[in-house]
């Protein structure tokens, strides 16, 4: 039969229709995860334990009697590391909204590569059929 034949070249090399509807309906599953971004700013929160300098403190010789923690935010401007100082309070808020931050990239990286191949098959599908 021959409309068995066509389903089966189709599995095979599926129509570029259906290539461009199945990145379609991704960029659009990305595009929600965008909506449900919560606040984000770029950075590292760092946890430190700290030497306070004077040579009869506990700290001095023992890792474990180090003070703190003490909570900051780093990250980079023109180069340049910069550090915030965090309180214990504000460090959780801080560190939630740098995993955002990270979740944006992901998502702006993979939403730009599905854009690339989509564009990439309506620029063939606007193209007209040339004929030798
Ligand atoms: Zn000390």
């Known amino acids: 039969m021959p409309r068995t034949r066509a389903a089966n070249n189709e599995s095979r090399r599926p129509r570029p229709s259906a290539v461009l509807e199945r990145h379609t309906r991704r960029f659009l599953e990305l595009e929600q ?3 449900q971004l919560e606040y984000f700013c770029k ?3 760092l946890k ?5 300098g004077k040579v009869l403190c506990a700290c001095a010789s023992d890792p474990a009697k180090r003070h703190g923690p003490y909570f900051e935010m780093t990250y980079k401007v023109d180069g340049k590391t ?3 100082k965090l309180t214990p ?4 808020l801080y ?4 995993q955002q931050y990270r979740k944006l990239k992901t998502l702006l990286n993979r939403l730009e590569k599905i854009s690339q ?3 990439r098959h309506q620029g063939k599908l606007a193209q ?3 004929r030798a």
Do not use: D, H
Request: hydrophobic share 45%; with cysteine.
């Open 48 to 52: 430190r334990m700290m030497k306070c």
């Open 128 to 130: 007209p059929k040339r």
């Open 82 to 84: 910069v550090n915030v």
């Open 43 to 45: 950075g590292t929160v």
């Open 117 to 119: 191949i989509i564009l």
């Open 95 to 98: 560190k939630a909204a740098s």
């Open 89 to 92: 309070e504000t460090a959780p």
């Open 33 to 35: 995860g965008l909506e």
